[in-house]
């Protein structure tokens, strides 16, 4: 689009501003659209194997990772692993999927390793408050106190 204002003579300047861009963009996609066509700017295809999956599938991988829990699959480790999920697309889908896939599959899903939440049994909220509340304070103070 900007590259059709630009061959219908608005400024530049006033493009890039309007698109957020440079007008050295403008003024290069201006003359490329000049020299080969409007057309000669449309995106081209990326080079490479196309992926195994297509978006409806991914977005299927995505509401089974972040809707649920590999327990409920009776499966003893609790935490969604490359493994786990490679496992479940061939079963579910039947497309065998390499652990770099998946992890390249779960980036672009926006889905970022996380560390499971360790807290002991024993833990005891109440006793945890009065510690902060009291003994930390006085630790603090005398720790002022003790800067040179």
């Not at 590259?3 to 400024?11: F, K, R």
């Not at 652990?99 to 899903?109: A, N, P």
Request: glycine share 8%; charged share 30%; hydrophobic share 35%.
């Amino acid at each position: 689009m900007a590259a059709q204002h630009y061959l219908e003579g608005e400024s530049p300047t006033r493009i890039a501003a309007s698109y957020g861009v440079s007008a050295v963009s403008v003024h290069r996609w201006g003359k490329q659209a000049g020299e080969a066509g409007i057309e000669s700017l449309s995106p081209k295809p990326k080079p490479g194997r196309p992926r195994k999956l297509t978006r409806e599938e991914e977005d299927e991988v995505f509401r089974w990772v972040v809707g649920g829990d590999p327990r409920q699959l009776r499966l003893d480790f609790g935490l969604w692993i490359r493994k786990i999920i490679a496992d479940e697309i061939e079963r579910r889908l039947g497309i065998a999927i390499s652990l770099t896939s998946v992890g390249e599959l779960l980036h672009r899903l926006g889905i970022s390793p996380q560390n499971p939440l360790r807290r002991a049994y024993e833990r005891d909220e109440v006793a945890m408050k009065e510690w902060v509340n009291k003994r930390y304070q006085k630790i603090k103070k005398c720790r002022k106190t003790q800067r040179p």
